[in-house]
């Protein structure tokens, strides 16, 4: 039903000639769609493209098992800590100034001031943000992409989508990933390999400090896509909704007596 | 003989009075212990469990180390008697908890409970300097089901900690978690699909027996 009301506006932008055809085009859609649905059992109205998302899942999956995990494991292993949490607080000294402009496109003048606070510190106390300064002085860290900006604008997360390499998303993330690239600093170096060598480092550097909690997962979660999903979305719209989002309908208490 | 008559009554009236002042002291004397246990609000509680939980760890080598059978006994001791895991559970389960007998949801109950305490073993384990902030509670006097707010600070981003908490029927008898959230997540939200897709293919013994093969799986790594 979205999809159709979706496609409308530009349907009549069109014209009635090709109008007829679009319909089919998003008739056939529905159609496979709905089939694919089909295979799937359990239905959650978040989740219209599970089949799809489904594939994509395990597919990034089979690529963590065999290189991103491993990789991030010997990575945890031969480093000493004190690298590893220099190599961690340099990213996300890049990530406070991204977090800082989104902060300040929330209009929220405290955490965007902490936010261009911490990159100034740690920046130059910090030694290139290498050390977290900032935290020991006790300017906390209000982590924003573009994708929440959208979200306290208003913009509705839409479906749940799994995105190849790089997990979890929702079709408003998914939208915001270009300006997201552009937010991010080390897209923005012009030496090749160096900016290859920094987003890989980047990459590992991330697996590694979540190898526990993917353990925790494996071991708390029945079905790792149905965990993994519905952790996502209401963390996205807990963040979304600043910690404290409305109650969503919630079931009654099927153990209390009638 | 009248005389004596009045003054017995007198005698009686003023026994009777101090007897009464007697009973209201001890009453009151008595009463004081427990009306810490009648009035504790459910922010208090949460408080106390957290703040006496991330001492215990602190203090316990073998829990950082990740000694399941401690952290076991730790929340069997400490934290289940707050807890009505039977709600808990019976909304994970969603509307099939009517239709199983007693006996599948004790087992439910049972699975369940191994399956989350050994999950939050390796969390627990991960506590150092950690202390609690409790954020303010807004409820009614009259609320029978409240939202307590928390945040857990360390070195860096604090851990948002949430909990849904019901009031017990009967006086004094205080308040029972029965959902609670960490970063936005909720626990039971986050079993709810997962349950019932397994009801669904399986039914609900066929979910009894995929929790217990997950635990003895988890078991083993452990």
Sequence with gaps: ?258 | MRVYKRRDIKMKRTFLRQTLVLLTLATAVMAAPMAYAVDEAPDALIKRLSVDVLETIKNDKAIRAGDTAKVVALVDSRIMPNVNFQRMTASAVGPAWRQASPEQQKRLQEEFKILLVRTYAGALAQVTDQTVNMKPLRAAAEDKEVLVRSEIKGSGESIQLDYRLEKTPGQGAGWRIYNLNVLGVWLVETYRSQFAQEINAKGVDGLIATLTERNKANGKKA
Excluded at chain 1, 17 to 41: D, H, I
Excluded at chain 1, 106 to 129: C, I, K, P
Excluded at chain 1, 179 to 208: F, P
């Design chain 1, 1 to 258: 039903m979205n999809m159709v009301k979706l496609t409308h506006p530009v349907v009549a932008v069109r014209g009635p000639a090709r109008r007829s055809a679009m319909v089919r085009v998003v008739l056939l859609t529905l159609v496979v769609v709905l089939q694919a649905c089909s295979a799937v059992p359990y239905k959650d109205p978040r989740d219209p493209m599970e089949s799809w998302n489904r594939s994509v899942f395990k597919f990034n999956d089979a690529v963590d098992v065999a290189v991103v995990k491993p990789v991030a494991t010997a990575y945890r292993d031969v480093l000493p800590h004190w690298v590893r949490t220099g190599v961690g607080n340099f990213f996300n000294n890049l990530e406070d100034l991204w977090s800082g402009v989104n902060n300040a496109l929330q209009f929220r003048a405290l955490d965007t001031a902490d936010s261009f606070g911490r990159f100034v510190v740690n920046t130059t106390m910090g030694f290139g943000g290498l050390l977290d300064v900032a935290s020991e002085m006790g300017m906390e860290r209000h982590p924003a992409n573009f994708g929440l900006t959208l979200g306290r604008w208003g913009v509705g997360s839409g479906p749940f989508v799994v995105i190849p390499l790089l997990g979890s998303s929702t079709l408003r993330d998914t939208a915001a990933l270009s300006i997201e690239y552009k937010g991010n600093l080390v897209r923005s170096i012009n030496d090749d390999s160096t900016r290859n060598a920094l987003t890989v480092l980047n990459l590992v550097d991330t697996r590694a400090s979540f190898l526990k909690a993917g353990e925790v997962v494996e071991g708390a979660a029945l079905d790792k896509y149905s965990f993994t999903r519905d952790a996502y979305l209401q963390r996205r719209r807990n963040q979304v909704y600043d910690g404290n989002p409305p109650d969503e309908e919630s079931a009654p208490d099927p153990s209390a007596p009638d």
